[in-house]
C-alpha cells in the first residue's frame, strides 16, 4: 500500500511540474481527467509487444497457406471508401481498416499485425478496468488469464466486424466505471464516445450498453450516479456521436439494420442448434484460463470459487458480477426471447471481464507469486503454440474446405494483367461472386473499388446496365460454382464485354489441390471503341 501511495505520488508530482510549464497550462483539465492512463500502466507495454509478436509470428508460420478470410478482406474493401455505414454492418471496423492501410503496405502481415494490435488494445482495457477493481497482481492475473483464451489469441487474428470489440468493450468499460465512481463529466463523456463506437462496431453492442444498465442500477452508489450528470452526459454524447450514422441508415433504407435482423429471421431449430453451439463454445475458451487459476492457486481455488459465489450476492460485489455475466447472460435472452441465431463470433468479447470479476468476488489475496507461475503457464503455452504452428499450418492446408483455398491472389493478379493488355489503364472497378471481388480490391496491384453486384437488404439495388456503361468500365468474376453470377452479368453487360473462363489451381509447399474456375467479364470503359 505504501509502495502504491509512493507510486501515485510521484505521477502527481511530475503532473504537477508539466501543468507549471507557460504552454501546458492552457490545456484543458479535462485531458488529465480522460486521458491519463492507469497507474503503471508502462509496466505492461513489454508484455504487450511479446504478445504481438507471438500472435504476428503464430500468424506467418500457421496462417500462410491461403488467401485472406474473406471477412478481413471485406474491411479493406469497405474501407477504402469511406462512407458513414455498409450494407451489412455499421462502419468503425472498416474505418480503423482503411486508415490503417492509408499508410500501411497491403500484405497479410500488416493485417494480421492490425488484428494483434487491437487484442494489445483490448488486454490494456482489460488492466485499466481491473485496476478501478483489484490491486495490481490482480490486475495482471486478469490480463493473463485473457492471454490464454481463444478470444484475445488464436480467434483475434481474424480481423473482422467484431475484432474491434475486443479492444472497444474493455475500454468503454473502463471509462464507464470510472464515470460511475467518480460522477465527473469528462469521464461520463468519454464513456459516451467509447460505447458509440462499440455500437458503430456491431449492433451487438447493445448488450454491453444494457449491461451498463444493470451494472448502475446494481452499483452501491446508484442514486447518487443517476442524480449526477454523468448517465445523462454519457447517453447525449453517445447519441450526437452515433448521428451521422443514424441519418445514413435512414437515408439508405436502413439496410444494415435489416440485415442484423435477418439474423432473427432463421428457424427455431437451426437458431437453437446455433446458439447453443456458441454458447459452448464460449464457455469452453476460458477452459484453459481456469485451468491456469486452478494450478496457480492449487488448493486454494475451490475455496475462491465458494467465495466468488457467495460473493456475487453482496451489493459491493453484485455489480461487478453482472459486468462478468451481463453480455453473456443478455445474449442467450436475446435467443430466447426473439430466436436471435447467437453463434460463436458475436460472443468474442463476452468474457472479457470475468477473470477480473472472479479475483475481486473471491477476495483474493494474489501475490506476486502467483502472476510468475501464471506468466510461467502462459510463456509455455505461447511457446508450444508457436512450435507447433507449421504443422497446423500444413495441416490446415490438407484438410480445409475448398473454398477457404481459393486463390484469390492469383485471380486479382491475372485481372490486373489481363485489364492493363486490353485497355491500357488502371482497374478503377470490380465485382461478381463477392468473396472473390473484394479480395481483388485487396491483391490488384490497382487496388480497384468493389461494386454491389446484388444487394438483399435495404435500398442498394442491383447495378443496371446504364451504370455499369457510366462508370469508367467493370472487370466482373464469377466463379463457375455461382451460375446466378454468370447469367446476371451476361445479362447486364450484353455484347460489349470481352467474356473468358480461367481456371487456378491452389499451391503450397510444392502441394496442389483441385483447380477452381472462374468466367471474368470486361466491360469497357466508354472511352474504349468497341
Same mark, same amino acid.
Given at each position: 500500500?505504501?509502495?502504491?501511495?509512493?507510486?501515485?505520488?510521484?505521477?502527481?508530482?511530475?503532473?504537477?511540474?508539466?501543468?507549471?510549464?507557460?504552454?501546458?497550462?492552457?490545456?484543458?483539465?479535462?485531458?488529465?481527467?480522460?486521458?491519463?492512463?492507469?497507474?503503471?500502466?508502462?509496466?505492461? @507495454?513489454?508484455?504487450?509487444?511479446?504478445?504481438?509478436?507471438?500472435?504476428?509470428?503464430?500468424?506467418?508460420?500457421?496462417?500462410?497457406?491461403?488467401?485472406?478470410?474473406?471477412?478481413?478482406?471485406?474491411?479493406?474493401?469497405?474501407?477504402?471508401?469511406?462512407?458513414?455505414?455498409?450494407?451489412?454492418?455499421?462502419?468503425?471496423?472498416?474505418?480503423?481498416?482503411?486508415?490503417?492501410?492509408?499508410?500501411?503496405?497491403?500484405?497479410?502481415?500488416?493485417?494480421?499485425?492490425?488484428?494483434?494490435?487491437?487484442?494489445?488494445?483490448?488486454?490494456?482495457?482489460?488492466?485499466?478496468?481491473?485496476?478501478?477493481?483489484?490491486?495490481?497482481?490482480?490486475?495482471?492475473?486478469?490480463?493473463?488469464?485473457?492471454? #490464454?483464451?481463444?478470444?484475445?489469441?488464436?480467434?483475434?487474428?481474424?480481423?473482422?466486424?467484431?475484432?474491434?470489440?475486443?479492444?472497444?468493450?474493455?475500454?468503454?468499460?473502463?471509462?464507464?466505471?470510472?464515470?460511475?465512481?467518480?460522477?465527473?463529466?469528462?469521464?461520463?463523456?468519454?464513456?459516451?464516445?467509447?460505447?458509440?463506437?462499440?455500437?458503430?462496431?456491431?449492433?451487438?453492442?447493445?448488450?454491453?450498453?444494457?449491461?451498463?444498465?444493470?451494472?448502475?442500477? #446494481?452499483?452501491?452508489?446508484?442514486?447518487?450516479?443517476?442524480?449526477?450528470?454523468?448517465?445523462?452526459?454519457?447517453?447525449?454524447?453517445?447519441?450526437?456521436?452515433?448521428?451521422?450514422?443514424?441519418?445514413?441508415?435512414?437515408?439508405?433504407? %436502413?439496410?444494415?439494420?435489416?440485415?442484423?435482423?435477418?439474423?432473427?429471421?432463421?428457424?427455431?431449430?437451426?437458431?437453437?442448434?446455433?446458439?447453443?453451439?456458441?454458447? #459452448?463454445?464460449?464457455?469452453?475458451?476460458?477452459?484453459?484460463?481456469?485451468?491456469? %487459476?486452478?494450478?496457480?492457486?492449487?488448493?486454494?481455488?475451490?475455496?475462491? #470459487?465458494?467465495?466468488?459465489?457467495?460473493?456475487?450476492?453482496?451489493?459491493?460485489?453484485?455489480?461487478?458480477?453482472?459486468?462478468?455475466?451481463?453480455?453473456?447472460?443478455?445474449?442467450?435472452?436475446?435467443?430466447?426471447?426473439?430466436?436471435?441465431?447467437?453463434?460463436?463470433?458475436?460472443? @468474442?468479447?463476452?468474457?472479457?471481464?470475468?477473470?477480473?470479476?472472479?479475483?475481486?468476488?473471491?477476495?483474493?489475496?494474489?501475490?506476486?507469486?502467483?502472476?510468475?507461475?501464471?506468466?510461467?503457464?502462459?510463456?509455455?503455452?505461447?511457446?508450444?503454440?508457436?512450435?507447433?504452428?507449421?504443422?497446423?499450418?500444413?495441416?490446415?492446408?490438407?484438410?480445409?474446405?475448398?473454398?477457404?483455398?481459393?486463390?484469390?491472389?492469383?485471380?486479382?493478379?491475372?485481372?490486373?494483367?489481363?485489364?492493363?493488355?486490353?485497355?491500357?489503364?488502371?482497374?478503377?472497378?470490380?465485382?461478381?461472386?463477392?468473396?472473390?471481388?473484394?479480395?481483388?480490391?485487396?491483391?490488384?496491384?490497382?487496388?480497384?473499388?468493389?461494386?454491389?453486384?446484388?444487394?438483399?437488404?435495404?435500398?442498394?439495388?442491383?447495378?443496371?446496365?446504364?451504370?455499369?456503361?457510366?462508370?469508367?468500365?467493370?472487370?466482373?468474376?464469377?466463379?463457375?460454382?455461382?451460375?446466378?453470377?454468370?447469367?446476371?452479368?451476361?445479362? !447486364?453487360?450484353?455484347?460489349?464485354?470481352?467474356? !473468358?473462363?480461367?481456371? %487456378?489451381?491452389?499451391? %503450397? !509447399?510444392?502441394?496442389?489441390?483441385?483447380?477452381?474456375?472462374?468466367? !471474368?467479364?470486361?466491360?469497357?470503359?466508354?472511352?474504349?471503341?468497341?
Amino acid at each position: 500500500m505504501a509502495s502504491s501511495e509512493r507510486q501515485s505520488g510521484a505521477i502527481e508530482r511530475s503532473f504537477a511540474t508539466l501543468a507549471a510549464l507557460p504552454l501546458l497550462r492552457r490545456i484543458p483539465a479535462w485531458v488529465d481527467e480522460v486521458a491519463r492512463p492507469p497507474t503503471s500502466l508502462r509496466g505492461l @507495454l513489454p508484455f504487450l509487444a511479446a504478445y504481438v509478436a507471438f500472435l504476428a509470428g503464430y500468424a506467418a508460420l500457421a496462417q500462410g497457406w491461403g488467401p485472406l478470410h474473406s471477412d478481413i478482406t471485406e474491411m479493406w474493401a469497405w474501407g477504402k471508401e469511406f462512407q458513414l455505414g455498409y450494407n451489412k454492418h455499421p462502419p468503425f471496423a472498416a474505418w480503423l481498416a482503411g486508415g490503417w492501410f492509408a499508410f500501411m503496405p497491403r500484405a497479410h502481415w500488416a493485417f494480421y499485425l492490425l488484428a494483434a494490435l487491437n487484442g494489445a488494445a483490448g488486454l490494456a482495457g482489460v488492466w485499466a478496468v481491473s485496476r478501478l477493481v483489484v490491486d495490481r497482481p490482480g490486475a495482471w492475473a486478469a490480463v493473463l488469464a485473457l492471454a #490464454l483464451t481463444p478470444s484475445f489469441t488464436l480467434s483475434a487474428l481474424k480481423y473482422n466486424a467484431n475484432a474491434p470489440l475486443l479492444s472497444l468493450w474493455p475500454w468503454a468499460t473502463y471509462f464507464f466505471v470510472r464515470s460511475l465512481q467518480t460522477r465527473t463529466a469528462w469521464s461520463s463523456a468519454a464513456a459516451g464516445l467509447a460505447a458509440a463506437a462499440a455500437l458503430l462496431t456491431k449492433y451487438y453492442s447493445v448488450v454491453l450498453l444494457g449491461t451498463f444498465l444493470c451494472v448502475a442500477l #446494481l452499483h452501491p452508489d446508484r442514486r447518487r450516479y443517476f442524480l449526477s450528470v454523468a448517465p445523462y452526459v454519457a447517453a447525449a454524447v453517445g447519441l450526437v456521436a452515433i448521428g451521422p450514422h443514424l441519418w445514413w441508415l435512414y437515408a439508405d433504407g %436502413f439496410s444494415a439494420i435489416e440485415y442484423a435482423a435477418s439474423k432473427a429471421s432463421y428457424g427455431a431449430g437451426e437458431a437453437l442448434r446455433d446458439t447453443a453451439d456458441g454458447a #459452448l463454445r464460449a464457455v469452453a475458451s476460458v477452459g484453459l484460463a481456469v485451468a491456469a %487459476f486452478a494450478v496457480v492457486f492449487g488448493g486454494q481455488f475451490p475455496v475462491m #470459487l465458494g467465495r466468488a459465489l457467495a460473493g456475487c450476492r453482496e451489493p459491493g460485489i453484485a455489480w461487478v458480477a453482472c459486468l462478468a455475466a451481463g453480455p453473456f447472460l443478455l445474449s442467450m435472452a436475446a435467443y430466447a426471447f426473439g430466436n436471435v441465431r447467437v453463434i460463436a463470433s458475436y460472443l @468474442l468479447p463476452v468474457f472479457f471481464a470475468l477473470p477480473l470479476a472472479f479475483l475481486a468476488a473471491a477476495r483474493t489475496d494474489v501475490s506476486v507469486l502467483h502472476v510468475r507461475r501464471l506468466a510461467v503457464i502462459v510463456a509455455a503455452v505461447w511457446a508450444m503454440v508457436l512450435l507447433a504452428a507449421p504443422v497446423i499450418g500444413v495441416i490446415s492446408w490438407h484438410t480445409s474446405r475448398a473454398g477457404w483455398l481459393e486463390p484469390r491472389q492469383e485471380v486479382a493478379a491475372y485481372a490486373t494483367e489481363l485489364w492493363h493488355a486490353r485497355f491500357g489503364r488502371r482497374l478503377r472497378f470490380v465485382s461478381g461472386s463477392e468473396d472473390v471481388a473484394k479480395a481483388v480490391t485487396f491483391y490488384s496491384a490497382d487496388a480497384p473499388s468493389y461494386l454491389l453486384l446484388a444487394s438483399f437488404f435495404g435500398s442498394q439495388r442491383r447495378m443496371s446496365a446504364d451504370e455499369a456503361r457510366r462508370l469508367e468500365g467493370v472487370l466482373f468474376i464469377c466463379r463457375n460454382l455461382d451460375p446466378w453470377c454468370i447469367d446476371m452479368v451476361a445479362r !447486364l453487360v450484353g455484347g460489349d464485354a470481352v467474356r !473468358l473462363e480461367q481456371s %487456378f489451381t491452389p499451391t %503450397f !509447399l510444392g502441394f496442389t489441390r483441385p483447380a477452381h474456375h472462374f468466367t !471474368l467479364f470486361a466491360q469497357p470503359p466508354r472511352s474504349v471503341p468497341r
